[in-house]
């Protein structure tokens, strides 16, 4: 067995997790739910392995590094906070239904991960600018952010999803009555979004030690930078509309919307569309 | 809150209206920055835009947006915005963990979201003795006071958590004044002491040495006040061909006395005074370094030898020269020496790059090392503002943990007299994690309703 075979393994049960949490969206049984649950930790089970296979087969390449380093390897790695995310977050506040709109983030960054053909999925050396502690404490804190920041972004679309349907004013229960009541979606997305910006926030910082370690200067305004910056600018409205305005309901669940389309576009777009330091993705 | 007194200027800078319009702006104009290309040669400009847009850019100062008159202007309102903002609100903070919590009418405690209320069945000092030893118990810190209706208990936990924000705030102006003095710009055009901060680059050969660097805007020396030589530079490979390691091995010298010889890797800088170096790019040249020891005296010298030309080392008696050489793209694999000492006929013989080739002579053995000559490319930085960027960070971290995950919770216990019983009336508030405090205050009630046998 090795590291891939487990990360299929891992995306063949996300895809099923995804497919039972969409069943038990649609026809409301408890049971399904609850297997859609169990193929999600087996899959993050199998995925934390995989992890740590891919760590153990790069020493064993004589190039031991931590499985974090290029565009491949933190695919999966945002794919496995999402999913651990998510599930921390049904266990403690009984969310359920909620997984058939954030496992599909967990299942599609793996399936790119292994299907794109712009993405290597070799173990490589890493070259001497990538050789720091600062890199790892950088990747971690960053990914854990996005995680919470792809559920806060499905948390608001389901808010919106059902705010659409309760605005018809329709008395027969509809598709969008077993998601939790509206209240509860939009308190748990605020609560995502100011763990996301905590995590966020020690991400940028990391990531200008590093940079000043590596290269004297903490902060460059190159495209990675700046995105990521506008990002944490988006939250930081976001936050501050809620605590200072009152916004709330609706107009929250857009900012975590576009918050997430901005983490999208630090993350993805950066690499695809622009250039700068950080173009280890287009590898 | 008094809004009518405010003077309006300063209602305008503390509002947080500004604060949301101004995030948007510096978020939105932020995005140009990264579509349009920063600081390449104006004729970039003229050849990717047409002339008409490139005047445009430059106008607006597109081409170096983040340090634009604008958007540095965009910054200080932010500055200001975060001042005013913190001057106006944190007076009243400190007024509300100052407040007399003990004047508090037991009617008010009634209507507090979070409120019970029991009868003991027994006398009010048994009962006051209760409530300080339950309190206690659950490690409230209390204070009480007794009015013409009873006794009120008093205790709170982390009414300092109320100044998290500010911590929060005032980390991002530390961050903001780090950066401006660890700005070059500043320390060029505005103290006139470019030495001040910096940001520049040497190249500097092997065996040479440097005293300057030179800036990366202006081209200009800078002086750094002391002497950096290169002692060797290496690169490693990995076997697939991959870059491993670049280092350098370098020397600070003062008054020529050797002050320290250290290792430089990307990664692993070297500070000195102040100033970093930083292991940035590489050069090489068409020469040699040779090193060259008689074995029997064991003197040594260490020369820099252009190809196809004769050394002489007067004190050996040695005549040597490189006659040949083998590359692959710039890099230099073996070569070809000769070398005499006029004894005899001169030998010739190939060595590998950085191995050591042993020559029978007449005279004695001679041990020969050669090298290709590499430049190593310091990127070198004086930032004095950068442990107050650290500091900044550090301290936003922590003011993000205490606002967002702390609160200031608040508990009352009112002891009065209710014919031959007690009643005790419990209430409690907290500015943030409702939820949170709600279940510590329904645990703590239960205990109190518990305690009447
Ligand atoms: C990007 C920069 C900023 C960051 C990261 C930031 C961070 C924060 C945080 C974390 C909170 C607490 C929110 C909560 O508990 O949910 C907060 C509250 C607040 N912020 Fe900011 N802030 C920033 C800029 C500003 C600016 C420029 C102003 C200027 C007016 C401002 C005014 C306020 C106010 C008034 C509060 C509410 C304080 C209270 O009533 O307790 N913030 N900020």
């Known amino acids: 067995m090795n590291s891939s075979q487990l990360f299929g393994i891992t995306m063949i049960a996300y895809l099923l997790s995804t497919a039972f949490y969409l069943a038990l969206f649609l026809f409301k049984n408890k049971k399904i739910g609850f297997i859609g649950m169990l193929l999600a930790a087996g899959g993050l089970l199998i995925q934390t392995i995989g992890i740590g296979m891919r760590w153990y087969e790069s020493y064993q390449m004589g190039i031991g590094h931590a499985p ?152 460059s305004w190159d495209p990675k930078e700046t995105w990521s910056i506008i990002t944490w600018f988006v939250y930081a409205i976001t936050l501050h509309a809620r605590f200072t305005r009152g916004w709330g309901g609706k107009r929250i669940a857009w900012l975590a919307i576009i918050g997430f389309v901005a983490v999208f576009f630090t993350y993805f777009g950066v690499n695809f569309f622009l250039s700068g330091l950080h173009s280890y993705g287009s590898s | 809150m008094t809004k009518s007194t405010k003077n309006p200027i300063l209602a305008f800078f503390s509002s947080v209206q500004l604060a949301l319009f101004l995030l948007f702006v510096l978020a939105a104009t932020s995005i140009i920055g990264t579509i349009i290309p920063q600081n390449s040669p104006a004729s970039f400009y003229a050849k990717q835009y047409g002339p008409q847009m490139a005047r445009f850019f430059e106008l607006l100062k597109l081409t170096d947006m983040y340090n634009s008159w604008w958007f540095l202007l965009l910054l200080l309102l932010f500055a200001i915005n975060l001042i005013v903002c913190s001057i106006d609100r944190i007076p009243q903070v400190i007024r509300i963990i100052k407040k007399d919590n003990l004047a508090i009418s037991p009617e008010r405690l009634q209507k507090m979201s979070l409120s019970s209320s029991f009868t003991w069945h027994t006398t009010i000092e048994m009962s006051v003795d209760r409530v300080h030893a339950i309190l206690t118990n659950e490690r409230w810190k209390t204070t009480q006071r007794d009015n013409e209706q009873g006794t009120l208990f008093f205790a709170e936990k982390g009414p300092w958590t109320r100044f998290g924000v500010y911590v929060v705030h005032i980390s991002i102006l530390i961050i903001l004044l780090g950066a401006v003095i660890g700005s070059s710009m500043i320390a060029k055009k505005v103290l006139h002491k470019p030495s001040f901060a910096f940001k520049g680059s040497v190249m500097i050969p092997e065996t040479r040495e440097s005293e300057v660097i030179y800036s990366f805007k202006s081209g200009q020396p800078i002086d750094l006040g002391f002497t950096v030589r290169c002692d060797f530079f290496d690169i490693e490979y990995y076997s697939n061909g991959m870059p491993k390691t670049y280092l350098s091995k370098v020397t600070v010298l003062e008054n020529d006395q050797e002050i320290l010889s250290t290792d430089i890797e990307v990664n692993a800088p070297l500070t000195y005074k102040g100033v970093t170096f930083y292991q940035s790019s590489y050069q090489p040249y068409q020469d040699f370094v040779v090193s060259l020891q008689n074995n029997r005296t064991n003197k040594q010298i260490k020369r820099v030898v252009p190809p196809a030309k004769q050394l002489e080392w007067q004190e050996g008696g040695i005549s040597f020269g490189i006659i040949n050489q083998e590359a692959k793209g710039k890099v230099t694999q073996r070569v070809k020496v000769w070398l005499t000492d006029n004894q005899g006929d001169p030998s010739t013989f190939w060595v590998n790059m950085g191995q050591e080739a042993m020559i029978e002579r007449p005279s004695g053995t001679y041990t020969f090392n050669a090298k290709q000559l590499y430049a190593t490319g310091l990127q070198v930085t004086k930032d004095p503002g950068v442990w107050l960027v650290y500091w900044g960070c550090i301290l936003m971290l922590v003011g993000l943990y205490i606002a967002f995950f702390m609160s200031h919770r608040k508990l009352f216990v009112f002891i009065q007299q209710k014919g031959k019983n007690t009643e005790i009336i419990v209430a409690g508030n907290t500015n943030k994690n409702k939820i949170g405090f709600e279940k510590t205050f329904n645990r703590l009630a239960t205990r109190f309703e518990a305690t009447d046998e």
């Not at chain 1, 009984?94 to 070799?122: E, L, T, W």
């Not at chain 1, 919470?148 to 349907?165: E, H, N, P, Q, R």
């Not at chain 1, 027969?172 to 100011?194: C, G, R, W, Y």
Request: aromatic share 18%; proline share 3%.
């Open chain 1, 68 to 219: 974090l380093t290029n565009m491949y390897e933190s695919l999966i790695f945002f794919s496995w906070c999402t999913a651990l995310f998510y599930l921390f977050m049904e266990i403690k506040y009984k969310a359920r239904i909620i997984g058939a709109f954030v496992m599909p983030f967990a299942f599609v960054s793996i399936a790119y991960a292994s299907f794109s053909d712009r993405i290597n999925d070799q173990i490589s050396p890493l070259i001497p600018a990538l050789q720091s502690n600062w890199l790892i404490a950088h990747v971690v804190t960053c990914f854990i952010g996005y995680g919470a920041f792809a559920v806060a972004g499905s948390l608001g679309f389901i808010y919106l999803l059902k705010a659409g349907t309760e605005q018809k004013r329709t008395a027969a229960p509809t598709l969008f009555s077993s998601l939790p009541e509206l209240k509860i979606i939009d308190d748990l997305t605020h609560k995502t979004i100011v763990f996301g910006f905590m995590w966020l926030s020690a991400g940028i910082i990391t990531g200008a030690i590093w940079a000043n370690e590596a290269w004297g200067t903490y902060w």
